[in-house]
Nanobody, 126 residues
Framework: QIQLVESGGGLVQAGGSLKLSCAASERTFSTYAMGWFRQAPGKERDFVGS????????SYANSVKGRFTISRDNAKNTIYLQMNSLKPEDTAVYYCAASQKFRMVPRTTTEGYDYWGQGTQVTVSS
């Protein structure tokens, strides 16, 4: 069973940047599609972006398109979320998730992922 650990969260001013990482324990990491989700207090967990197993295909929520970039390094069992031009509304706990079933065409809903990390807090001050 794959285990995921996020890191890189913190406090940043609006307009700033952060890079989140998600390290996976599983040596078959390269067979998993990966996703990033976020959850603000009192709100549902929302899709941020995804990357397929090979890294050839990415998808983003409209709210982050052009500002956030997902990448993966299968040799390091790690995915990344580069977040630029951050806004206060980006404040949330960010989670990475893994799916082997939908590894070619990752889903944009939480139901499309079987494994989750514990989350990392991102706070953007105005």
């Amino acid at each position: 069973q794959i285990q995921l650990v996020e890191s890189g969260g913190g406090l940043v001013q609006a307009g700033g940047s952060l890079k989140l990482s998600c390290a996976a324990s599983e040596r078959t990491f390269s067979t998993y599609a990966m996703g990033w989700f976020r959850q603000a207090p009192g709100k549902e967990r929302d899709f941020v972006g995804s990357i397929n197993f090979s890294g050839s295909t990415t998808s983003y929520a409209n709210s982050v398109k052009g500002r956030f970039t997902i990448s993966r390094d299968n040799a390091k069992n790690t995915i990344y979320l580069q977040m630029n031009s951050l806004k206060p509304e980006d404040t949330a706990v960010y989670y990475c998730a893994a799916s082997q079933k939908f590894r070619m065409v990752p889903r944009t809903t939480t139901e499309g992922y079987d494994y989750w990390g514990q989350g990392t807090q991102v706070t953007v001050s105005s």
